[in-house]
T-cell receptor, first 114, second 116 residues
Framework: ETGVTQTPRHLVMGMTNKKSLKCEQH?????MYWYKQSAKKPLELMFV???????ENNSVPSRFSPECPNSSHLFLHLHTLQPEDSALYLC?????????????FGPGTRLLVL | AQSVAQPEDQVNVAEGNPLTVKCTYS??????LFWYVQYPNRGLQFLLK??????LVKGSYGFEAEFNKSQTSFHLKKPSALVSDSALYFCAVRDIKSGGYQKVTFGTGTKLQVIP
């Protein structure tokens, strides 16, 4: 295991539901990331947090709302999603935001929007 | 803008044979380059990275990659493939710039199938 955990591992939700994805890292890292992984497409960076402060929002629709209460926890709040939002959502962390830092990924949450 | 290309969606290789997974990149300056592997139902796992120095980088599980600046390539290699190497492999690049945050750009992934 990489030291990054994600819950739930699988989630099915309707378009009117509200749900949250949780990520926790046990590595003492200061930067955390949300990525979206869809089949046949590159990994899409969604949000970046550094020391709990959001440093990047990669033009993500407002139906995705991140929250980072501390450097160890990261949430992704979901509401009124669309079927095309179905994907694997990956959380990652790194020691710092510096260029050579390796990112450590969680196992992901497989989301299906009906 | 930085980009990375993995020209092969899938690579098939017989067990025991050498394997190569190709990656080319484009950056405005000098790159940091990474390889990650993803097994089914798992997140990405770090394999190796090139920062500076020796062009041949050795990583986990017997993998290595060669940085070729003139060809802007960073191909992943292994001398003898194992069935357990079957997975999805991602190449990634980050442009070296001073100051600020520079995001990592990932390729679309190459599925490696090692045939017993």
């Amino acid at each position: 295991e990489t030291g990054v955990t994600q819950t739930p591992r699988h989630l099915v939700m309707g378009m009117t539901n509200k749900k949250s994805l949780k990520c926790e890292q046990h590595l003492g890292h200061n930067a955390m990331y949300w990525y979206k992984q869809s089949a046949k497409k590159p990994l899409e960076l969604m949000f970046v947090y550094n020391f709990k402060e959001q440093t990047e929002n990669n033009s993500v629709p407002s139906r995705f709302s991140p929250e980072c209460p501390n450097s160890s926890h990261l949430f992704l709040h979901l509401h009124t999603l669309q079927p095309e939002d179905s994907a694997l959502y990956l959380c990652a962390s790194s020691q710092r935001l510096a260029g050579q830092e390796t990112q450590y990924f969680g196992p992901g949450t497989r989301l299906l929007v009906l | 803008a930085q980009s990375v290309a993995q020209p092969e969606d899938q690579v098939n290789v017989a067990e025991g044979n050498p394997l190569t997974v190709k990656c080319t990149y484009s950056v405005s300056g000098n790159p940091y380059l990474f390889w990650y592997v993803q097994y089914p139902n798992r997140g990405l796992q770090f394999l190796l990275k090139y920062i500076t120095g020796d062009n041949l980088v050795k990583g986990s599980y017997g993998f290595e990659a060669e940085f070729n600046k003139s060809q802007t390539s960073f191909h992943l290699k292994k001398p003898s493939a194992l069935v357990s190497d079957s997975a999805l492999y991602f190449c990634a690049v980050r442009d070296i710039k001073s100051g600020g945050y520079q995001k990592v750009t990932f390729g679309t992934g190459t599925k490696l199938q090692v045939i017993p």
